[in-house]
């Protein structure tokens, strides 16, 4: 059964679409504002302000190249273990934003304050794409790819 | 061979974005790169020099960085109606009855005053009264608050 979905071509590629376009949306804000996503991230108040600055000047172009890299199918495996590591840091973030009764705004797909509010629904999302995430790293499918030699 | 693989190639990744993400930032002067400038005229308001004009593009880097307080020093009513995001208010008419809050002002942050607009003197006189109760580190933004409007930054209302 898993072996079955893990090398279906079209499963594999819907799941690289959704992954892929996910993160490609989410990073062009960030790229465009990095000192409003430092502010986002140091909400958390989980590392310091200098620090947040630094992640967020890198963090969206990881996300960029990552979302770029499943879509095309280039370092698919490379791009998938980024997002699952990305994807289970965030997750934590939010989780911990979350006991710690933190109401603040996720800084996830959108910087606009008043929308995307951390909650337990985004955990839950976070979790699904985690999953793609862990299915496209163990994908056998050799199809719609751009360099078909490397996996 | 899969963790190999995807270990080279996670590393190609995390390389080509550390460097675009700090060519990207440093050409536009975005983000880490602001925070740079914007210690250069922390540097200058925390040596305790007398307060000192500051322009829109200065304003917005200490603003994006969280390196200055903003200090409204327009009356209230104009204040509740609109003004710089996170921004305090101490109207200049109001300077002697609100001691307490310019006592409880951070020492070592920056101060951007501002009041309407670059005719206005509100803002020069409050720089001059906080500097004379030694609190060093201020700075005047001419441009005000229709120069902050006007550039669609960040502002709030306590209405």
Redesign the interface.
């Known amino acids: 059964m898993i072996r079955r979905i893990l090398s279906n071509q079209y499963i594999i590629l819907a799941l690289r679409i959704l992954l892929g376009l996910t993160f490609v949306f989410a990073s062009i804000d960030k790229?465009s504002?990095?000192?409003?996503?430092?502010?986002a991230i140091?909400n958390y108040k989980l590392i310091s302000?200098?620090l947040s600055?630094?992640v967020?000047?890198?963090?969206?172009?990881?996300e960029?190249?990552?979302g770029l890299?499943v879509l095309s199918g280039m370092?698919?495996?490379?791009?998938?273990?980024?997002l699952c590591l990305m994807l289970s840091a965030f997750t934590l973030a939010v989780i911990t934003g979350l006991i710690r009764g933190l109401d603040i705004s996720c800084g996830c797909f959108t910087l606009d304050p008043d929308v995307n509010k951390i909650g337990w629904q985004k955990v839950f999302e976070n979790l699904g794409l985690i999953l793609a995430s862990v299915v496209l790293?163990?994908s056998e499918s050799k199809h719609f790819l751009l360099n078909v030699d490397?996996n | 061979m899969k963790y190999k693989q995807a270990t080279r190639e996670s590393g190609f990744i995390i390389c080509a974005a550390l460097l675009l993400g700090f060519s990207y930032t440093f050409v536009t002067g975005k983000g880490f790169f602001a925070s740079f400038k914007a210690a250069a005229v922390v540097h200058l308001g925390a040596t305790g020099l007398a307060p000192s004009p500051i322009n829109l593009a200065e304003a917005k880097m200490l603003f994006d960085t969280d390196g200055a307080l903003f200090v409204d020093a327009r009356h209230y009513f104009d204040f509740r109606r609109g003004h710089i995001k996170s921004a305090v208010n101490i109207p200049l008419s109001e300077f002697d009855s609100r001691q307490k809050t310019i006592a409880g002002l951070p020492r070592g942050k920056v101060l951007v005053v501002y009041c309407d607009e670059s005719e206005c003197n509100s803002s020069v006189e409050l720089a001059a009264k906080l500097y004379e109760d030694g609190i060093g580190g201020v700075r005047i933004f001419f441009g005000g608050w229709q120069d902050w409007m006007n550039n669609k930054l960040p502002t709030e209302s306590s209405q």
């Open positions: 790229i504002d990095p000192s409003t996503f430092a502010k140091t302000g200098s600055l630094m967020a000047t890198v963090l969206p172009w990881i960029l190249l990552c890299a370092y698919l495996r490379g791009g998938a273990l980024l790293f163990y490397s």
